[in-house]
Structure formats: structure tokens, C-alpha cells
């Protein structure tokens, strides 16, 4: 099971061990997922409706996107950023799930609270996920930059990319959208652990599902939770990265129309009055499809090489024991 369970059998797994697990389960997951990251961005930055009843924009469907980015870009283009895209779900799965661990295992021992409940998930997931992000924006930035620009390329590379906002923008530039990026990561990465344990004990109870690392269960549990939590908080996803592309509306005038926004307020304001409710929803399709794939895989390949370590820890221990004798 996620999180520290002082019924498990055997001894928790360190941080250490978390950090490991979650970097891998997150490289893994991130290899399969990128084009839809791709084509979910494309569909956030698109000022211009998204109807396939009277498209307007560059976009307006999944197929359509997907045909077009390939024809005008090449299929490579599926997976642009995808360095630092893997370099920061690497780093956050390691934050993430080493903070979560340590989180459920304090409240298992300095409250009354049972460490594997929905309720310490939520609120330790949420604070995991944060953690995270500040650690992480950075690369988040650097990863929709270059996910977002089209051809001929704005940047050459991620290292070019970090000179050059440096250089014309600033430092700061590599925390831009970092208050809606918190407002959403809380609920939502809360939500996902919230849901998941839900959905793993509704789906596998403890007492009667032994090993849980790497099953179908968890990625079916994982992938639920994760399409729960993406359609709650979708919204702050949106303006997030709206704003991470402040400064960089030269590189995106051949998408269609683009705009700037002074924060996170003025970038609500501007998207209701010009582009209605449904702005504030462009992308969910292929974010709903990521988030299914990316969360039900995460969790499955976390759990899986969780308990291949252990495993490894006990067969060391036993042989250790075994020379001993």
C-alpha cells in the first residue's frame, strides 16, 4: 500500500527507497504519456474556440491536432520538452512520494490518526505534491516552453532555453504561474491519493489483496483517481500554464492569437470574458486521457518497484543471516 502502514509486514520502506521508486515509476510513466502532454498544452494555449462546429483556431479536435502537429512537425514534435519534462518527473516522483511517506508515518506517530486512511492521504499527498512543485516549477517551465513553441524553434535546447530566459527575462521567470500552480497541486495530487486509496481498498481490501505493488488493481485504481482529480481542479491547470508563457508570445503568433496577463486574476478575468466558461476547459480531453495514464501508471510502477526493493532487502537480509549461521 502507498503510505506508511505500521500493519504491514515487514519493515517500512526508508525514504530513500520512496525517492527511488518514485523517480523511476515517474521516468517510466513519462517515456508513455508525453504526446498527450503535448497536445494538451497545444489545446490550453489556444486562444481561439476549440469547436469542431465552427473551428476558429489551429486545434479543435484530438485527431485533428494530432494529424496536424504531425504533418507541419514531424512526429518527434510529440515529444518536444521531453527532457525536461523526464528530468522533472523524475524529481518529483522522487519529492513527492519520499515527502508522502514521511508525512503518513509522522501522523502515524505523533497523532491518534490511522496513517492509511482517505482523509491523511489527501491532506499528505496535497502537502507531498507541494513540496514538489517548488522544488520542481523550474523545469516545469522549461518543459512547457519548449512543448509549446512550433517551428522554426525559439530554442535550441533546454540549455539555450535557461540562457536565454535568463538573460531577457530574468531569474524569476522560472516561477512564473508557481501561485495557481500551488492552488491546483494541493487538491488535486490530495484528491489522487485520496481517490486511490479509495478505489484500491474498495478493489483489493488489505486483508485480502497480500502483495500490492505493480498490480492491475492499482492501475485501475490509480487511473480513476487520477481522472477524479484532473476534472475537479482542470481549471488552475489552465492558468497555470497561460501564465508560464508570459514573455514568450512572439514564438506563438502562428499558433493564432495569443495575450498577456498581469496574474492569476487578471488571466481569469481575460479568459471569461473572451473565451466564455468553456475556456476555462480547453484541453481536458487529452489532459483527462494523460491524467488517466499518467496516475494509473505512477501508482502501478511505484508500488511495483517498491516491492521489488523489498524484496531485494530481504533476500540480502536472509543471506546475511544465512553466512552468519
Not at 505523533?110 to 520542481?136: E, I, K
Not at 512550433?150 to 540549455?159: F, I, L, Q, S
Not at 492499482?218 to 508563457?245: E, H, N
Request: glycine share 10%; aromatic share 12%; charged share 20%.
Amino acid at each position: 500500500m502507498v503510505g506508511f502502514d505500521p500493519g504491514a509486514k515487514g519493515a517500512a520502506h526508508p525514504p530513500e527507497e520512496a525517492a527511488l521508486a518514485g523517480s523511476a515509476a515517474g521516468m517510466v510513466t513519462r517515456a508513455i504519456i508525453s504526446p498527450f502532454d503535448v497536445l494538451k498544452i497545444r489545446f490550453q494555449l489556444q486562444i481561439e474556440s476549440v469547436s469542431s462546429q465552427r473551428p476558429k483556431g489551429k486545434y479543435w479536435g484530438l485527431f485533428q491536432a494530432s494529424r496536424c502537429i504531425h504533418s507541419e512537425e514531424g512526429l518527434s514534435a510529440f515529444w518536444k520538452g521531453h527532457v525536461p519534462a523526464q528530468i522533472l518527473s523524475i524529481c518529483f516522483g522522487a519529492v513527492q512520494f519520499a515527502s508522502f511517506e514521511l508525512l503518513t508515518e509522522a501522523v502515524h506517530k505523533s497523532t491518534a490518526y490511522d496513517s492509511q486512511t482517505a482523509g491523511v492521504h489527501f491532506v499528505c499527498g496535497g502537502l507531498a505534491a507541494c513540496s514538489a512543485t517548488v522544488v520542481c516549477q523550474p523545469l516545469d517551465i522549461l518543459r512547457t516552453r519548449l512543448a509549446a513553441q512550433g517551428e522554426p524553434k525559439v530554442y535550441r535546447n533546454m540549455r539555450h532555453a535557461v540562457s536565454t530566459m535568463c538573460r531577457s527575462e530574468g531569474v524569476l521567470t522560472f516561477y512564473r504561474g508557481l501561485s495557481p500552480t500551488l492552488m491546483a497541486v494541493f487538491p488535486y495530487a490530495g484528491l489522487q491519493f485520496f481517490f486511490y486509496n479509495v478505489f484500491k481498498n474498495l478493489l483489493a481490501p488489505p486483508a485480502k489483496s497480500g502483495k500490492s505493488g505493480g498490480s492491475l488493481t492499482s492501475l485501475v485504481s490509480g487511473s480513476g483517481a487520477g481522472m477524479i482529480s484532473k476534472a475537479i481542479t482542470y481549471p488552475f491547470d489552465l492558468f497555470k500554464k497561460r501564465l508560464q508563457v508570459g514573455g514568450f508570445e512572439a514564438a506563438r503568433l502562428h499558433f493564432g492569437q495569443v495575450r498577456s496577463y498581469s496574474g492569476l486574476v487578471d488571466c481569469m478575468v481575460q479568459i471569461a470574458k473572451e473565451e466564455g466558461v468553456r475556456g476555462f476547459f480547453k484541453g481536458l480531453s487529452p489532459s483527462l486521457v494523460k491524467a488517466a495514464l499518467s496516475t494509473g501508471f505512477t501508482f502501478f510502477w511505484y508500488e511495483l518497484f517498491l516491492n521489488v526493493m523489498r524484496d531485494l532487502r530481504r533476500r540480502r537480509r536472509t543471506d546475511d543471516l544465512t553466512k552468519e549461521l
